[in-house]
């Protein structure tokens, strides 16, 4: 098959459309040809040598695709009816997306939302698990709670935005530019901040402060996320584009009984990711289909031009997502 | 009434037995004579000036106490049935135990335990309410989860101890002498630590981490309870002998999708600490009458010598918890 080869593995720019084994699917594993792939920062910072693999998993990036069954290789569904060769499907994966091919734990297939292409499909199976995982499986997010959310304008964002509106909740954004803010108001954000110019400390502090706080900045922002904290509040790390290491006010964390969760999808066990999977499906998947919640495309880039649609991320170019066309549907 | 009056608020050993108005219970309080109050290490941060009472609450030291209703003022139990004048009960305080008389919000009454004395009653309420609300409410402590206890030996260490064994978890704890660890073990302990001697981080590691951490010390030990934290692990934080402000890493944390949380009972609101009482009553108190989970009173002490009891708790000489006698029975 091709795949996305990193050339250079100090040079993360190298990325070439390049020739690579086709995976063969192991124990409870399906093959899946691609026909779209989700772009992920998480994906940048791979290219960068900063987010390996998990151990076993493939070197190929890629953390979301969609395509069609080629191998159902006997997989069933969580209510135990078996896959089937042919069926069009979305996928979670610890890697392996940009590419033709894939082996996927059976868990970790989606059906495509009614109504979804496949590029549409790969835009969101990555930010629903985490949004899902995050606001509800940790956070506990409830209808009235007020929720902040950083970088609002980015693929977990956007999509955080939606589902926190669905579930009742007040939500607050940061982002960089007039641009996504403005975007993030289309999508329901009621209170929007941005960060270059604003406190965004000081604003939730005169809203009440934040009940939930889903932040992807780490240890830069970890004093003020402390503050910006209602009483027995939750701050959700999922991100440390800040920093690894902050000081913690431990004072100030115990005067609100104040929680910190930080968390990744990546290196759970399959036991673990079937589960986050199964309960996004169960929950978010109808939000999509009615269209109460819906994906947000900035662009659709050839899978041999993956270091540009990098380029661009990191650039901050993209608001909500780009997607790699792998192959033709 | 008489109470403990300090003196000079820069001097925490100036506590006289003397005179005081005797409180008159407001609207949901309950009056009650007071036999005995136990005595908790917030009481000496207080007499230091560090810990000072919510608004609205006595500068009477004390967080606990038993001895009888002299005035019910109408108040109920959560089943709806009067509480009658004449009972023995033991109360939950903001403050105002090292006295004879205190006013208390009803739902801060709990009965006495079947069995259990005015001293012995007094020598639980708190520590139950803390042990219970941590690692049941917000750790949500699972039968075969291990879990790490500081200060093992203390008031709160030595019931978190009985608590967590009747739940069917694994306990270490850190303590800073073979007394108290041989204490600790003899109430179940299967892991002890001396802190002066062995790195406990160290210990957690070679025994798969700790699924529950309950700190005292705050920043002094952040780093290391994070290290010491399974996958998925909570580290609940009630104190912070150790200091305040700590860096904390973030990136370890995560890679172990890790929790913090920081939490007091002092400072909630009367409904809440009404929540966390009946919910003790409900599974503690069971334990106590059954004998599964006992009182250790290192002493008791005369209430005019509360600066002593004070100084033996900080001398470090008090296993478990000392109590104040106050009025006859
Ligand atoms: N733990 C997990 O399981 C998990 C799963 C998915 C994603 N993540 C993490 O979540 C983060 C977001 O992922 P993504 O794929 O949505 O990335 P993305 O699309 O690049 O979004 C990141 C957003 O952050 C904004 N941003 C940058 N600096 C900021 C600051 N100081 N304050 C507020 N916003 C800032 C960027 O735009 P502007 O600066 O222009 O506003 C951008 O919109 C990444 O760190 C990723 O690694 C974690
Ligand atoms: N947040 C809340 O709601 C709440 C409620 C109750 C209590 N607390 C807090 O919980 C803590 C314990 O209260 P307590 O009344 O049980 O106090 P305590 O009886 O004085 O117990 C504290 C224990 O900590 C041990 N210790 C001291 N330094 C230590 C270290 N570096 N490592 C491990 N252990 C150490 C002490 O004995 P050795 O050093 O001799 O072993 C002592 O046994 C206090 O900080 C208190 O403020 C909080």
Known sequence: ??????????????LTWSDAPTPVPGDGEV????????VNRADTLQAKGHYPPPTGTTDIIGLEAAGVIEDAHGACRPDGTPWADGEKVGVLLSGGGYAEYVAVPS??????????????????????????SNLMMTAELTAGDTLLIHGGGGGVGLFAIQVAKALGARVAVTAGSAEKLEVCRSYGADILINYREEDFAAVLKAEGGADVILDIIGAKYLDKNVSALAKDGHLVIIGMQG???????????????????????????????????????????????????????????????????????????????????????
């Open 107 to 132: 868990g970790q297939l989606v059906p495509m939302p009614k109504g979804y292409s496949f590029v549409e499909t790969a835009s969101v199976v990555e930010v629903a698990c985490t949004v899902w």
């Open 31 to 38: 093959l899946v040809r691609i026909v779209a792939a989700g």
């Open 243 to 329: 920093g690894v290491k902050g000081e913690l006010n431990i004072g100030a964390l115990l005067a609100k009984r104040g929680s910190i969760s930080a968390t990744g999808l990546r290196y759970r066990d399959r036991a673990d990711k079937a589960r986050i999977v199964a309960a996004t499906v169960e929950h978010v998947w109808p939000m999509l289909e009615s269209g109460q919640v819906t994906h947000h495309i900035d662009r659709v880039v050839p899978v041999a031009d993956a270091a540009a649609a990098h380029a661009a991320l990191l650039a901050g170019e993209i608001t909500g997502k780009v997607v790699l066309q792998v192959t033709e549907d």
């Open 1 to 14: 098959m091709k795949a996305i080869i990193q050339q250079n593995l100090s040079e993360p720019t190298s």
